[in-house]
C-alpha cells in the first residue's frame, strides 16, 4: 500500500540531547515538508523540500535541521537548540511543488517528549 | 503574510443535523488554495475539501460543502446530515498557487466538533 510512514509513534528525550524523527514515503512525490502541532494550535511549517538534496525553512525552522538525500526520506532533527521541543511532529507529501495536484498527504505523527 | 482564523474553538451540533464552521483568511494574492482538513482522536490528518480561488463554485464532497466568498475571504464548511464519526478537530487551511515565496500549508487553529447521539 502507498502512503507515509512515521517512526517512532512515541519518543522521549532527555535535554540537551539531539533526535531524528524519521519519515518515508512510497507515493513518488517530489515534496515533502515537516509540521509541529501544539494544544490549542494548528499546524506549523518547519522546513519543507520541493526536490531531492534541496530544502527551505519554514515558519518555525529555529533548533531543526533536515536533510533529503532520497525522494523518499526527509528525516527531522530536533536539536538542543531547539527549546521547547515537546509536541506533535507530522510528515507531509505531495506530488509536486506548484502543481495544481497540490494535496498533502500526512503521516500518523510522532508524539516527542522531553523529560 | 496569510493568516488563517477560526474563530469558533468548539462546536456541538445534534447527529443528523447541520453544521456550519467559520473561516476567514487574509492574503494579499489573487490565486490560492483552501482547504479543510479533519483530524480525529487518532491524530491523523484527512482532507475533507478542496477549493480553487480562481473556480466560482463552491466545492462539495458528499455531505460536505464549501461557501467561499472569495472578496470577503470566507470559506465556511457545511456538514450535512451531521454523523458520529464527524466528530473531530477540523482545521481550515491556505497554500500560495507556486512560483515563488514558501510553500507548505498555513493552518487556522482548529474547531474541535462534538456530535451529540
Known amino acids: 500500500d502507498g502512503g507515509i510512514t512515521q517512526s517512532p509513534k512515541y519518543l522521549f528525550r532527555k535535554e540537551g540531547q539531539n533526535v531524528t524523527l524519521s519519515c518515508e514515503q512510497n507515493?513518488?512525490?517530489?515534496?515533502m515538508y515537516w509540521y509541529r502541532q501544539d494544544p490549542g494550535q494548528g499546524l506549523r511549517l518547519i522546513y519543507y523540500?520541493?526536490?531531492?538534496?534541496?530544502?527551505q525553512k519554514g515558519d518555525i525552522a529555529e533548533g531543526y535541521s533536515v536533510s533529503r538525500e532520497k525522494k523518499e526520506s526527509f528525516p527531522l532533527t530536533v536539536t538542543s537548540a531547539q527549546k521547547n521541543p515537546t509536541a506533535f511532529y507530522l510528515c507531509?507529501?505531495?506530488?509536486?511543488?506548484?502543481?495544481?495536484?497540490?494535496?498533502?498527504?500526512f503521516g500518523p505523527g510522532t508524539r516527542l517528549t522531553v523529560l | 503574510a496569510q493568516t488563517v482564523t477560526q474563530s469558533q474553538p468548539e462546536m456541538s451540533v445534534q447527529e443528523a443535523e447541520t453544521v456550519t464552521l467559520s473561516c476567514t483568511y487574509d492574503?494579499?494574492?489573487?490565486?490560492?488554495?483552501l482547504f479543510w482538513y479533519k483530524q480525529p482522536p487518532s491524530r491523523q490528518m484527512i482532507l475533507v475539501i478542496r477549493?480553487?480561488?480562481?473556480?466560482?463554485q463552491n466545492a462539495t464532497e458528499n455531505r460536505f460543502s464549501v461557501n467561499f466568498q472569495k472578496a470577503a475571504k470566507s470559506f465556511s464548511l457545511k456538514i450535512s446530515d451531521s454523523q458520529l464519526g464527524d466528530a473531530a478537530m477540523y482545521f481550515c487551511?491556505?497554500?500560495?498557487?507556486?512560483?515563488?515565496?514558501?510553500?507548505?500549508?498555513?493552518f487556522g487553529k482548529g474547531t474541535h466538533l462534538i456530535i451529540q447521539p
Open positions: 507531509a507529501s505531495s506530488i509536486r511543488w506548484g502543481s495544481s495536484y497540490n494535496e498533502q498527504f
Open positions: 507515493l513518488n512525490h517530489d515534496a
Open positions: 523540500s520541493q526536490i531531492v538534496n534541496d530544502f
Open positions: 492574503t494579499s494574492e489573487s490565486d490560492y488554495y
Open positions: 477549493q480553487e480561488a480562481y473556480k466560482q
Open positions: 487551511a491556505y497554500r500560495s498557487v507556486g512560483g515563488g515565496g514558501a510553500d507548505g500549508l498555513t
